[in-house]
């Protein structure tokens, strides 16, 4: 096997797993906004596991990245990694990946200066993780013939079921929200409703009104 | 509003001595009268003669009027000695305490004297922008007292009014920034004080107006004649809304012409109480220093005078001075019950501790009002008690916690009558007065 | 008269959410209330657990929990 091949077959064996990594992080991002829990793990086990997957993938599309770089069956130049549409090979479906790949390091990045920066702006891009996903899915689906068909398709669209299950959850919660001016009365409505449930009974009660 | 100004209350020869009344004239004045009896505001120019101002509220020993009681110089410094292009003074005139009408009274009668005050602390300051925060907006006194002044030159800035919102927590500083930034009245946490970062990010002075009445004053007279009232600890005068039992006492939420009658009494600070509220066998307690105040036992508290020096031994202090002698007749119980119903209804609701524990401390206070109540009720409301103070963004739960816990003491016989489904009350009507209606849509905040 | 720098914990009550994760990394400063928000203790962080505190401080999802520098003079004799 010649060793541009090796450099396609890694390109595209990285790509996949960079897209079954994201989308545990993007899972795991949800779980961590909805206080979540992992069975049997601690909390911060959902957050360290959420950090360092997207760690790992940033890793793998890192690789996947410059062995496409370095394959010489087709051109494809290292800015075209993230400048979109900046390909000539598959213009469309590199630039998506260009696209995703801009907005995961806009997020890495300011995730690394969380602590030092205005938090408002940190949740803003960190929510660009919404559009990022799908663009990479998109990329990933238009450029791999491997995902096209059989079970790797299977598994592409398992992944894509995955993620709009967790979203519609979240955008659930979301609209579920009590608005601020609210948030009292329905303490108030709560607290009476466990008293009358509970009336004679010494009771901690555990219900608060989630924010 | 039928409040009183009392220029013969009780100690007259001591008052006159002191030099009271200060702020409070009889009737009020236009801007000509103002002149003419405190003459021209004394402006201390520019450049050498700023700060000046400054040493002498110093000396005054001035400390804020609207129940923090925080030294005022203290504030001017830290805004006066900020390097920023723009900075702005804040006459806090929301009184969002709803059984205090002093600040009210204070902007009919003597509007010129708040106005000296904000215009002096801000050349004091170095102030780029003046803003009046009130509780009815605009009223009628103020905007002729701004017109007529405008007309004489007399103003170094122009003073933009900003109607407070009638939420409790509207005059807190944080509040009231963000409510001058055009969002809602609601505190946010502290550091970095508004002093440092305040309105837009800029250094921002905020003062009760009858703090800046009596910044009026000592610019004029100095900080010796302001001493000559008051304690050495504690110096000065300040004003005080008094409910007795006597006042007729229709409180809660009635109509205007039954509210419940109160008198504003201009008092030196270090008065003996008993000389502001009756302590006869018609009163069962009072309450000192509003809804985030204390109750006072009787006959223990009789001795107690109006400063903080002799309250502290009862954990209480004036606070804004809202004084109450509760009548005989009334519930103690129910009426600290109600209140506490209206605290935590006016919670922000952003701190997880203050959301969850007042409205819950609220709801055992008044199942023990009620007719008989769980054995649990009494632990677990003192459990929430602890649970939320110091753990808000501003001292909402603090107050509240403060106002409960002296009612549970006081009030302690009265809850031993209720588990036994009795109550001692002959006189079913409210009488601490509160506003109408719960906050219920983001609205109500701005 | 000396100056030390010590830090303190402060939980800023707006910005919490009640994660918990903060209470899980550093018991020994930090516990939940029966509503899940944390009871943080207020006095400076001890040396020995500074590492912990830092790491506490970053977990937060809520960026909420903060290490606040305070001068105060050095105790003396």
Same mark, same amino acid.
């Given at each position: 096997?010649?060793g541009?091949?090796a ?9 996949i797993?960079?897209?079954l990594l994201? /989308?545990?992080?993007?899972?795991l991002g ?32 890192a690789v996947?990245?410059f062995?496409?770089?370095l ?6 130049s ?6 979109p ?5 598959e213009?469309l479906w ?6 995703s790949l ?8 300011t ?21 990022s996903w ?5 990329h ?18 398992g992944?894509a ?6 979203? /519609?959850?979240r ?8 608005? &601020? ?14 008293s ?7 009771? &901690?009660?555990r ?5 | 509003m ?5 220029e013969?209350? %009780?100690?007259?020869?001591a ?5 009271? %009344? ?24 520019h ?8 040493g ?15 030294p ?5 410094a ?40 904000? $215009?002096? =602390? ?5 102030a780029t922008e003046?803003h ?18 405008a007309?004489?030159g ?10 407070? %919102?009638?939420?409790?927590l ?5 509040a ?6 055009? +969002? ?19 250094p921002?002075?905020? $003062?009760?107006?009858?703090?800046? =009445? ?12 302001f001493?000559?009232? +008051? ?29 419940s009658?109160c008198?504003?009494v ?18 069962q307690?009072?309450?000192v220093?509003?809804?985030?105040g204390?109750?006072l ?7 107690l ?12 202090s004036?606070?804004? +001075? ?8 009334r ?6 019950? *109600?209140?506490?119903?209206y605290?935590?209804?006016?919670s ?18 008044a ?15 003192? *459990?929430?008690? +602890?649970?939320?103070?110091g ?19 006081v009030?302690? %016989?009265?809850?031993s ?12 009507k409210p ?9 219920t ?6 | 008269?000396?100056?030390? !720098? !010590?830090e ?8 919490? !959410?009640?994660?918990?994760v903060c209470a ?6 930090i ?17 020995t ?10 977990a ?8 606040m ?5 050095a105790?003396?004799?």
């Open positions: 096997m010649s541009s091949t450099f396609w077959y890694a390109s595209r064996a990285t790509g797993v960079a897209l994201l /989308t545990a992080v993007l899972v949800i779980l961590v906004n909805r206080q979540g829990r992992l069975p049997g793990l601690p909390r911060f086990a959902v957050t360290d596991l959420h950090k360092n997957l997207s760690l790992l993938a940033v890793a793998f599309i996947h990245v062995t496409a770089v394959d010489t069956y087709v051109h494809i290292l800015l075209s990694a993230v400048i549409f900046a390909s000539g090979y213009r590199l630039g998506l990946g260009a696209i801009d907005l995961m390091i806009a997020m890495i990045v995730s690394l200066l969380r602590g030092r920066m205005n938090r408002i702006l940190w949740r803003a891009i960190h929510l660009l993780a919404y559009a799908p663009i990479a899915f998109a990933s689906i238009g450029s791999s013939k491997d995902l096209q068909h059989g079970w790797m398709l299977d598994m592409a669209v992944c079921l995955i993620v709009a299950a967790a979203a /519609t959850w955008l659930a919660h979301a609209a579920r929200q009590v608005p &601020r001016a609210g948030r009292v009365a329905a303490v108030f409505a709560q607290h009476t409703a466990m009358s449930r509970s009336s004679g009974q010494s009771r &901690r009660s219900e608060t009104v989630s924010r | 039928t409040t009183t100004v009392s013969s209350a %009780p100690g007259g020869a008052r006159q001595a002191a030099g009271l %009344p200060r702020l409070l004239s009889a009737i009020p004045e236009d801007l000509r009268g103002h002149l003419a009896r405190y003459g021209a505001t004394p402006y201390r120019g450049g050498v003669q700023t700060g000046v101002l400054i002498d509220i110093e000396a005054s020993g001035l400390t804020g009027r609207g129940g923090a009681a925080f005022v110089y203290r504030k001017m830290v805004v006066a000695r900020a390097r920023a292009g723009r900075k702005v003074v804040v006459a806090n005139g929301s009184e969002s305490e709803p059984a205090s009408r002093k600040d009210e009274l204070l902007l009919r009668l003597a509007p010129n004297l708040v106005l000296d005050g904000l $215009q002096l =602390a801000a050349e004091a300051v170095g003046a009046l925060y009130l509780h009815y907006g605009p009223t009628p006194e103020i905007l002729r007292a701004l017109a007529e002044r007309s004489r007399l103003d170094g800035l122009n003073v933009t009014i900003t109607q407070a %919102p009638p939420r409790f509207a005059g807190q500083e944080t009231l920034v963000n409510r001058l930034n055009g +969002g809602p009245a609601l505190p946010t946490f502290q550091p970095p004080r508004v002093s440092e970062r305040g309105l837009g990010g800029a921002t002075l905020v $003062q009760n107006v009858e703090t800046l =009445a009596h910044l009026a004053l000592i610019a004029r007279y100095g900080p010796r004649w001493r000559a009232a +008051g304690t050495d600890a504690e110096p000065g005068s300040m004003l005080t809304t008094v409910y007795q039992p006597d006042g007729g006492g229709s409180g809660g939420s009635s109509p205007p012409s039954q509210q009658k008198r504003v201009e008092a030196e600070i270090g008065a003996p109480l008993r000389t502001l509220l009756s302590s006869g066998a018609e009163t307690a009072w309450l220093g509003g809804y985030h204390t109750w036992p009787m006959p223990q508290a009789t001795g005078t109006l400063a903080n020096d002799t309250l502290k031994r009862f954990e209480a004036v606070g804004a +001075g809202v004084l109450v002698a509760l009548p005989a007749d519930c103690g119980l129910t009426e600290a019950a *109600r209140v506490t119903g605290l935590a209804a006016e922000a609701g952003q701190c997880g501790p203050c959301l969850n524990g007042l409205p819950r401390i609220a709801a055992g206070l199942e023990l009002a009620g007719p008989g109540h769980r054995k649990q009720t009494r632990a677990d409301v003192e *459990r929430w008690a +602890g649970l939320v103070t753990r808000g963004a501003c001292n909402h739960p603090d107050g509240t916690v403060r106002f409960v816990r002296s009612a549970l003491t009030f302690a %016989p009265e809850i009558l209720h588990a036994r489904g009795q109550c001692s009350a002959t006189n079913r009488f601490l007065p509160l506003p109408d209606g719960m906050p849509s983001e609205d109500d905040w701005t | 008269m000396a100056q030390i !720098t !010590t303190t914990l402060r939980v800023n009550p707006i910005d919490c !959410t009640g994660h918990g899980e990394l550093l018991p020994e400063l516990s939940v209330d029966e509503w899940g928000y944390p009871i943080v203790d207020p006095r400076p962080v001890p040396p657990l500074d590492r912990e505190a830092r790491r506490a401080v970053a937060c999802p809520a960026l909420a929990l903060k290490l520098r305070t001068e105060a003079p105790r003396s004799r």
